[in-house]
């Protein structure tokens, strides 16, 4: 188990630096696994009762649709942030959610009871979770500011929040999945049309560059600009 604890905490951000002490005290299973693209991370047989943390990849979270495909979107999560922590916060299980991986991922899990003592034991992990609710609570506040936003805005802005697990290959370049025009499209809520046209002309911006599986965004601080309302289409 020892070895297994000393993995979690090389692979997640989360645990860095958080005394492997407190860790082996509190947690007393950890799994992970590999995901491939539109992959359900929330399987109904073996999330009740877990937390589910992201080591690589991109996930979209959303409202369960009666078992339906994944479609209204809530928010997209990458590595080092964290999938059922409602069931550690309000000590219930929430059904009403799915989580399915955009790219291919890599998800581990620990009991929910477990990284609920982790919490109450450690205050550095307490603080590092609210730092992740306070970001989405930033990110849904800005999502329905730019919910009238002219398509190519609230394509950046997709782009932006892709942005923050990216790799950095150079000073100004950030790598992100070139995901699926459709899934972009019912992230940003929009036809998918009109997100091939929105991307197509930040490509003609120099702002990014898609190159196959992947995008390039060139110009990240012109993408903040844009979504902060001063250029438009």
């Known amino acids: 188990m020892k070895k297994k604890i000393r993995e979690l905490a090389r692979d997640v951000s989360f645990f860095r630096g958080i005394s492997e002490e407190s860790l082996l005290k509190t947690i007393s299973y950890v799994n992970v696994r590999q995901y491939p693209t539109s992959q359900s991370v929330l399987l109904e047989s073996s999330c009740e009762g877990s937390v589910f943390f992201i ?85 849904l506040n800005q999502r329905i500011r730019l919910k009238e936003a002219e398509s190519i805005v609230r ?11 990216g790799e950095k290959s150079t000073k100004n370049k950030i790598t992100i ?29 120099s702002l990014i560059t898609r190159l196959g599986a992947t995008i390039d965004i060139l110009d990240l601080r012109s993408l903040q600009t844009m979504v902060g309302g001063r250029i438009t289409e």
């Open 155 to 165: 394509v950046a802005y997709l782009l932006l929040q892709l942005a923050e697990y």
């Open 177 to 205: 999945p070139h995901i699926l025009h459709r899934e972009m499209a019912s992230i940003a809520g929009l036809a998918t049309e009109t997100v091939t046209r929105a991307l197509t002309k930040l490509e003609n911006r």
């Open 55 to 139: 080591a690589h990849g991109w996930i979209k979270v959303c409202p369960q649709n009666h078992g339906q495909t994944c479609t209204n979107y809530s928010s997209i999560l990458g590595r080092g942030e964290i999938i059922g922590e409602i069931v550690v916060l309000e000590d219930i299980f929430s059904s009403i959610i799915n989580a399915v991986t955009l790219v291919p991922s890599r998800v581990w899990s620990a009991p929910a009871r477990d990284f609920g003592n982790l919490l109450r034991i450690e205050p550095e992990a307490g603080f590092r979770l609210a730092v992740l609710m306070s970001k989405r609570l930033r990110s």
